[in-house]
């Protein structure tokens, strides 16, 4: 079964091939979200798609513009710029859209 992969989205396992600060698109399930004291008013967020995980940072004033999507979504398709810091990948957010409509037609696929 595919996954329905949304339009122009890079998978987790292909990250490496983006070049520094290449703007991307990212989608995936929700599974960490994390707004630390000490960070400033800065989001992590963790997505997860079919092939690995994408980790993602959420400025005060995007989370701001994008509040609904951050807090509620459980799928969430993420357009930013990629980053590379201490051998670990992130991608900054520009644009955060809540595509979770898109597990319902996950769940009818593995019905059939």
């Not at 122009?8 to 929700?30: K, Y």
């Not at 959420?58 to 701001?64: D, H, L, N, P, T």
């Not at 957010?93 to 597990?103: G, K, P, T, V």
Request: glycine share 8%; proline share 4%; charged share 25%.
């Amino acid at each position: 079964m595919d996954w329905p992969r949304p339009p122009a989205c890079l998978v987790a396992a292909r990250l490496g091939a983006a070049p520094e600060g290449a703007r991307i698109t990212v989608a995936g399930l929700v599974i960490l979200r994390q707004r630390p004291g000490t960070a400033k008013g800065v989001i992590f967020v963790t997505l997860e798609d079919e092939t690995g995980v994408v980790n993602v940072i959420v400025w005060r004033k995007i989370y701001e513009r994008f509040r609904r999507a951050v807090i509620s979504g459980r799928l969430l398709r993420v357009t930013g710029r990629l980053q590379r810091a201490h051998s670990v990948t992130h991608v900054i957010a520009e644009e955060i859209e809540d595509i979770s409509a898109m597990l319902d037609r996950l769940l009818v696929q593995e019905q059939v």
